[in-house]
């Protein structure tokens, strides 16, 4: 096993248990996930698996406290993998500034600018290290059948990490993403003070632009709320991500923007259902 055992706690029919590990990708820092396990899930019956890319100045806590996803989960028989948002403790100065960099906001990209790049690799640490963690580890889980999900920030790195590795994740849904970063102020903040090339580089993790460059049909869901304040203030902006869309004649790419709707787990626990029968429809074929 490489994991440590931080609790467990059965839940909607299944367990759902926090491990701790050391990682590599984080610059050999501890790190901790919350991953449920479904019920009928067992060493000779290996369950798919959807990861949850949470938000700014989140943990692996939040969207597993407040999510509201585990029912939907057990009956859809998917395991649920909750990581981190950052490294914690990189020792960085300014890594504690803010709220919308550093710690609690990685981006889910690699930082390439010094000294960012030593331990700021959450796109090597979701990508490669974490499903490579679990397929060594006993847990029931095929991670050869995964999805990927998240909220806001977490929402762009789930869109992105999709876009750029379609052989890894059958799907991708979002809750209020960043869908176009480099024209949004949080994306512009992240990229300059992360990567070496500023926004010319970070064009690699804007997941309007990997849209416009992608073949096939992606199956990806999106919800957003009108009444979202970080909608309003151009944070987001899901118009752009669904122009793309339609101009490539995606036809399984839905961008549904939610009448009243703010930026909150309220919203996320609405629509949680929604997003893991999406899905459930794609990990089960």
């Excluded at 969207?63 to 009956?75: H, R, S, V, W």
């Excluded at 020792?91 to 919308?100: L, N, R």
């Excluded at 580890?137 to 059948?145: E, G, N, Q, V, Y």
């Excluded at 750029?164 to 024209?183: L, M, V």
Aim: charged content about 20%.
């Amino acid at each position: 096993m490489t994991f440590s055992t931080k609790s467990s706690n059965k839940v909607a029919g299944g367990q759902l248990t926090k491990y701790a590990f050391t990682s590599s990708a984080l610059g050999s820092l501890e790190t901790q996930i919350n991953v449920f396990v479904p019920s009928s899930a067992s060493s000779s019956h290996k369950v798919p698996v959807l990861y949850y890319l949470s938000g700014l100045t989140c943990t692996e806590d939040n969207a597993a406290q407040k999510g509201g996803f585990f029912n939907a989960a057990e009956a859809a028989q998917i395991a649920l993998v909750f990581p981190d948002t950052s490294p914690r403790g990189a020792g960085v100065d300014g890594e504690d500034e803010s709220y919308d960099f550093g710690t609690g906001a990685g981006f889910y990209l690699n930082a390439t600018k010094q000294p960012w790049n030593k331990c700021y690799n959450m796109y090597n640490y979701i990508v490669d290290e974490l499903p490579n963690k679990i397929a060594s580890s006993d847990l029931p889980i095929d991670t050869s059948r995964a999805s990927i999900f998240g909220h806001s920030m977490g929402g762009h790195g789930a869109l992105t990490l999709y876009l750029k590795n379609r052989s890894a994740y059958r799907s991708a849904s979002a809750f209020s993403p960043i869908c176009n970063p480099t024209a949004c102020p949080w994306g512009k903040k992240a990229f300059e003070g992360y990567l070496a090339s500023g926004l010319e580089e970070g064009k690699q993790y804007d997941a309007t632009l990997l849209l416009d460059q992608a073949d096939g049909q992606p199956d990806i869901l999106i919800d957003s709320g009108t009444a979202d304040d970080f909608y309003k203030q151009g944070q987001l902006l899901p118009e752009n991500f669904e122009k793309v869309a339609k101009n490539k004649g995606f036809n399984n790419v839905s961008v549904r923007l939610q009448d009243g709707y703010d930026h909150s787990y309220y919203f996320i626990s609405t629509f949680a259902e929604d997003h893991i029968k999406f899905h459930a429809k794609l990990l089960s074929a």
